[in-house]
């Protein structure tokens, strides 16, 4: 995808009127509605979409970083390091902006220790 | 809404570090106004994902928002317009601080609540990707560095987003949908492994769940 085309500011403006017809459609339906009903049902699949997503986002994003570092352990490592301090504070800090400086500072950390 | 400032700053550093410009990052932040797919795309202009894709993988990302309507409904006004205007601003954060505390709110008061809570929870996000944006920049100018670490922001976002993730019965569909996503991502087919990752997490939650 391109930022400087078209294409970019229709991806953007879709993703806008999605975002707000996927909030807004619950409240134009019936309270009785069956697909509303399904879709609250305890343990339907779209319970374990959202983390899934991520997951798979998660994997596009950082797969690639780590083929290109290949070897180079002065690259690997101060990587590898930031996402597992930024793992741990996730856990342990429910904020998620903070737990992401704080994987930022230890990269950084981890960065200047190996440069 | 303090919560949202550290995300929105982290999507201002990221933006610019992934290309766009101050204007394109700051109005992604006023009209998509949804962390999990602001940073979808970001991660989409890295991986050059084509654009209908993209759009594709935000509307299955935000289908958790429609559990949120139902949910609140019998909290809420019941005039069709207040609820639509509510609608705009019902993020994650917004539906899980509203879900614990309207019940509270006299039922008069409801909406103006809701409107105040929504709008200071957007500002804040708005105000946080400008901070992201320009002071990201003046410190990349004088610290070099910190391009680099600036950068790490979108992993280390979707790593920490992952972790939050993985609870209450969600470790093993996350760790399946990570660990075949990560496999076709290994093979350079980035986009196909957002999409495998998804179907994998559902199916093992599936299996998890089955007698």
């Known amino acids: 995808m391109n930022a400087d085309g078209l294409g970019f500011w229709g991806a953007v403006i879709a993703m806008a009127v999605i975002t707000y017809l996927t909030r807004a459609l619950p409240f134009m339906l019936s309270e009785r509605s069956r697909l509303l009903r399904h879709l609250s049902r305890e343990g339907s699949a779209l319970a374990a979409l959202g983390p899934s997503l991520l997951a798979g986002i998660a994997a596009a994003v950082i797969v690639p970083d ?8 002065a690259r690997i490592a101060p990587y590898v390091g930031g996402l597992v301090v930024t793992g741990v504070a996730a856990r342990l800090v429910a904020n998620t902006g903070v737990a992401v400086l704080l994987g930022m500072a230890g ?3 981890l960065l200047a220790l190996a440069g | 809404m303090i919560g949202y400032f550290p995300v929105a700053v982290t999507f201002g550093i990221a933006g610019m570090a992934a290309g766009l410009t101050p204007l394109q990052v700051i109005l992604i932040s006023v009209f998509v106004y949804a962390g999990a797919s602001q940073f979808l795309l970001l991660a989409s202009i890295k991986a ?7 759009v594709a993988l935000c509307s299955l990302l935000n289908a958790r928002h429609l559990l949120y309507g139902p949910l609140l409904s019998r909290f809420l006004p019941a005039a069709l317009r207040d609820r639509l205007k509510v609608a705009f601003l019902l993020t994650d954060e917004v539906f899980a601080t509203a879900f614990n505390r309207l019940q509270t709110v006299p039922p008069a008061r409801r909406q ?16 946080g990707t400008a901070v992201g944006v320009y002071a990201g ?38 760790i399946a949908a990570v660990a075949g996503a990560g496999a076709v991502a290994a093979m350079g087919h980035t986009t ?10 559902c199916a093992a939650y599936r299996l998890k769940r089955s007698p």
Request: hydrophobic fraction near 60%; aromatic fraction near 12%; include cysteine.
């Open chain 2, 112 to 127: 103006g609540w809701m409107i105040a809570l929504g709008l200071g929870a957007w500002l804040t996000w708005i105000a």
């Open chain 1, 107 to 109: 990269y950084g950390v």
């Open chain 2, 48 to 54: 050059g994902t084509p654009w209908l894709w993209v």
């Open chain 2, 137 to 174: 920049d003046g410190l990349e100018r004088h610290y070099p560095m910190l391009s680099q670490v600036m950068r790490f922001a979108l992993p280390a976002l979707f790593m920490a987003l992952v972790c939050q993730s993985a609870k209450r019965g969600m470790g093993w569909p996350v």
């Open chain 1, 66 to 73: 780590l083929m290109d570092a290949g070897a180079d352990a």
């Open chain 2, 192 to 201: 196909l492994a957002i999409l495998i990752g998804a179907i994998v997490g």
